[in-house]
């Protein structure tokens, strides 16, 4: 399989869609943004994307559902880039790689404000891990793609569900060490983290040298420099690598 066969243009009509998805989650993180939760409602985010309450409800069961897209539309981009990536390169070798094609640490802006603003509610919270589980869903599907039939069911959902652990364990880490702060600095430490999370699965989880607590308002460390994320060029957690 090579990675044109991966990927196909949406029709103009899917495009139109895909707009309209966007506009409404869009609008959900705006009016959370400006007047917090519990102080608008499903008629506001559709006045706001330009849209009737109908179709909000044909894209977006909830108001709830609606905001946590936000995440899903982060590890949607990050799955594209994964199905690009060379199919007979082991599998974590392409989700860091994924991760890393995403150079600019704004594309991580949205996700890290829904987090910043959502953690204490526990409604919001619980519809983010359903994103996070649509999440996982979609890596088995794009990992059983491009390992061919056969594969190990429970290899597939053990490596889903570790990527997507990950993921939350650098979303928890950078929110601890920075608070809502979303400038670039700090969006370019988590970002950070998720590849280093990745890596560190790659590695096997070997222990990487202790640190002292990162400076607020200090970027990580350079995507390519040596942190755990690169040591993962053979990552041992990963033996059904290529079809």
Known sequence: MTTSDATTLP??????????????????LAMLRSRGVGNFTVEDIAEAAGVSRRTFF????????????VTEGFLDHALEQFRLRPSDEPILDSARAALMALADPMTVSPMAELFSLTHDNRALVRSELEAWDHCTTQIINAARHRLGPGVNELYLRALAGSIISCGKAAMSVWFEQRGPDLSPESLASLRQHLIDAIGLLGSG???????GPEPH??????????????????PAADPQHSA
Do not use: V
Not at 205 to 211: D, E, K, L, R
Not at 219 to 226: E, L, M, N
């Open 58 to 69: 044909n894209y977006f069961p909830s108001l709830e559902t609606a905001l946590a897209s």
């Open 11 to 28: 029709s103009r009509r899917e495009q139109n869609k895909l707009a309209t998805r966007q506009a409404i989650a869009d609008a959900a």
């Open 217 to 234: 308002g200090t970027a990580s460390q350079d995507p390519g420099s040596q942190g755990p994320a690169s040591r993962a060029t053979q």
């Open 205 to 211: 989880f070997t222990a990487p040298a202790p640190q």
